[in-house]
C-alpha cells in the first residue's frame, strides 16, 4: 500500500484536497509519478515549480492555455520495494539530453513521464508520425540517465480538462490521463478506490479522450525495423 496526496477543482471552483491509502501499484502510481519536485511548468503567469501549482491555475499546452483540474502526489523512499510498484527507479535528464535548451538544465522524472517522439517514417505505417512514449526507455546511460536517489523524492502529475502535452523543460510532454489501465481494472473495488482520488469527475468517461496514441520504444523500434 501506499500513501497518494490528491487535489481536484471542483465544480464550485473550490479546491478538495485529500490523502488516499491505496495500492501500489501501476494504475494509482502512474496518477502521481511524472515529475519530480522542483520541476517547472509553463504557466500563463511563467514557470513555477509543479509543487506551487494549485488546481484552477492555467498552464500553456501546444494546443493552447488550459486549468489544470487534478494534481496527485506521492513520495518515492528509495530500497523500498513492493513486487507490484512501478517506482523501483527514477529518470535523469542531462542539460541539452535532446538538444540545445532540451532540457535547459537536467530533468528529474518517474515512470509515468511520457515524452513526444516525431517519426515521419511511422506515418505511412501507421498513419502517424507522433507517438507518445515513455521517457524511460531512452535511458543510454549518458545523457538520459536511470538514478537511485539517495532519499526521499516527492512526485507528481497533472490532469488538465483535456489531455493535452505541454513543453517541460523544453521537452514535449503529456498531462495525466488513465488510458486504458482503467478499463483494464476489473476489480469494481479497486475501480471505485481510484475513482474516489477524482473528486472532479463524475464517471470514467469524464476523463475525456487521450489525444495521442501511446506505445513503447521498443515497438516503435520494431516498426522502423519492418
Known sequence: MRKYEAAALLPDLTIATAQHIAPAVALFEEACTAFARGTLIPTVRGPVAIEDLLPGDYVR???GAQPVVWIGSTTYVPGVLDDHTTI?????VTCDAF???KPASDLLAG??????LHRPRLKAL???DRLLVPLADFADGDRIVTVT???AVQLYHLMLQHHATLHIGGIEMESYHPGKAL????????RRMFLSMFPNIGGVQ??????MTRTTREVLDTLNAG
Open 88 to 92: 523501483a527507479e527514477l529518470t535523469r
Open 126 to 128: 501507421i498513419g502517424q
Open 183 to 190: 478499463n483494464a481494472a476489473s476489480d469494481p473495488e479497486l
Open 149 to 151: 536517489p539517495g532519499g
Open 61 to 63: 499546452t501546444l494546443a
Open 206 to 211: 469524464d476523463f475525456g479522450d487521450v489525444t
Open 99 to 101: 538538444g540545445p535548451g
Open 111 to 116: 515512470p509515468a513521464a511520457r515524452m513526444v
